[in-house]
């Protein structure tokens, strides 16, 4: 069954044929690209699905208005792990590291080990506004973009 709502992502897991897509209608879904069939709806957000990302071939995390990330095992459908925050989560990058980055609401990024759920570090007030966008560059660093109109490095 397709959303009900906006999508806002939709994230592709490398060298495979799934596809994860997140939504206003508070939930994820994933894929299968082939096919065209929906292999998992993810309910366990409360409120819109802003940002999603792949962490492996079997677990998937998403970022929402509800202020928590979601680390969900991608078959079952269960949530395995809980973040909270204080703030929106806006997006999500996974890192070569397996560290799972964080852009929130505030402007704050955060890197996280999505295993235990433990923040490793913040880079608080990154940006003056929310953080949309973030990509790895030269596989050791990250490139973002905010609401601030300004791309860090």
């Known amino acids: 069954m397709a959303h009900t709502d906006s999508i806002n992502q939709i994230k592709i897991f490398p060298n495979s044929n799934m596809a994860a897509s997140a939504s206003d209608d508070n939930t994820v879904k994933v894929w299968d690209l ?6 998992q709806t993810y309910t366990g957000h409360t409120n819109n699905v802003e940002c999603v990302e792949f962490l492996d071939a079997n677990n998937i995390a998403s970022g929402s208005v509800d202020n928590t990330i979601q680390i969900w095992q991608i078959t079952s459908g269960t949530t395995k792990k809980t973040i909270k925050f204080s703030s929106w989560v806006t997006s999500l990058l996974l ?11 505030t402007g704050s990024i955060k890197a996280w080990n999505a295993t235990s ?10 940006h003056k506004a929310a953080v949309n ?19 860090l490095k």
């Open 133 to 151: 966008a973030m990509i790895v560059v030269n596989g050791t660093e990250i490139a973002s973009g905010s609401d601030d109109y300004k791309g």
């Open 95 to 105: 890192l070569p590291n397996g560290l799972l980055m964080s852009g929130d609401f």
């Open 117 to 126: 759920g433990t923040m490793s570090y913040s880079l608080a007030n990154s």
């Open 34 to 39: 082939t096919s065209t069939r929906l292999i």
